[in-house]
């Protein structure tokens, strides 16, 4: 049924004659202030207080970690700056001292040791020489002795004797500056004996010292006054590069020497008379070049006022 034909009920009809005949009680009792239910459980502030002690407690603690934590850094700082001050002092006496005094100093630290323990042993009544034998091996003595008496023939052959004396001291420097590729010269040793062993002319021959080694007969590697095969070997370009270098620094030496006889300067123009004036000139330009050079390029264009 629609709500506009609903039948009035007897209790709807005294509560419109009563609204009729006086104010409407329900309004009032609206307009009265309500009381809240009381309920059994807490109240919400007695359930936070806990939770804020609890994040004042874990703020607190934060505080004092990261205090720690950058005392600790202001500790390591300190140290850090203390320990690089000292290097840097350290660093700068070092630059300081001249290390040609240190190795004087040191040498004739050793020398006075030296002279301190033969004399201790002269007092004692001891071999000096046997008794200073005692730390080392005969090895390493012998090596000493080899080294001392190398020392003294080098020291007696310094003096020019004549051309063939200094082409044999040319010589042994090449030597000595020479490296041997002994990896491939085991390989081309062990060609040849297979291929000789193969062709059947391998040959057993005994050296000076007792040793046997095998020799093929043609000479192709072993080559003797009679081998011819050493016109058919063609060297690596390694090897070709390493020749052309050194005779290029050869030449480079013997042009340098032929300039010094000759009075002549890798720096250039020749602005001195003598060595001494050289000198001079030297100490002059270390000193006043980087002030000069404006003016000495305007002297050379010709511009110069």
Do not use: C
């Amino acid at each position: 049924m629609p709500p506009a034909k609903k039948r009035k009920t007897r209790a709807a009809a005294e509560r419109a004659e009563k609204s009729n005949d006086g104010p409407d009680i329900s309004k009032a009792d609206s307009a009265l202030p309500q009381q809240e239910p009381v309920s059994a459980a807490p109240t919400t502030p007695t359930q936070t207080e806990p939770s804020s002690a609890s994040s004042a407690a874990d703020a607190a603690a934060k505080a004092k970690e990261r205090a720690e934590r950058f005392k600790a850094l202001q500790a390591r700082a300190k140290t850090g700056a203390q320990k690089n001050l000292k290097e840097a002092t350290l660093e700068s006496q070092r630059l300081a001292t001249d290390p040609n005094l240190l190795t004087s100093l040191n040498r004739k630290a050793t020398i006075a040791q030296h002279n301190l323990m033969k004399a201790d042993a002269e007092v004692a009544g001891e071999d000096f020489e046997r008794k200073r034998a005692w730390d080392w091996t005969i090895d390493e003595s012998e090596k000493w002795d080899k080294r001392l008496k190398k020392k003294d023939a080098h020291r007696d052959d310094q003096a020019f004797q004549d051309y063939r004396q200094d082409s044999r001291k040319v010589y042994k420097r090449q030597l000595r500056n020479l490296k041997p590729d002994m990896d491939n010269y085991e390989k081309e040793k062990m060609k040849a004996v297979e291929k000789a062993a193969a062709s059947g002319g391998l040959e057993i021959v005994e050296t000076d010292d007792g040793e046997l080694v095998a020799v093929d007969k043609d000479g192709t590697f072993y080559s003797t006054a009679d081998s011819t095969g050493f016109v058919e070997h063609k060297p690596p370009k390694d090897a070709i590069d390493r020749l052309v270098k050194d005779l290029q620094q050869a030449e480079e030496a013997r042009l340098k020497k032929r300039r010094e006889r000759m009075g002549q300067s890798d720096d250039g123009d020749v602005t001195y008379i003598n060595e001494k004036n050289k000198t001079f000139n030297q100490k002059l330009a270390r000193f006043y070049n980087k002030y000069t050079a404006e003016i000495r390029d305007s002297f050379e264009r010709g511009t110069m006022i």
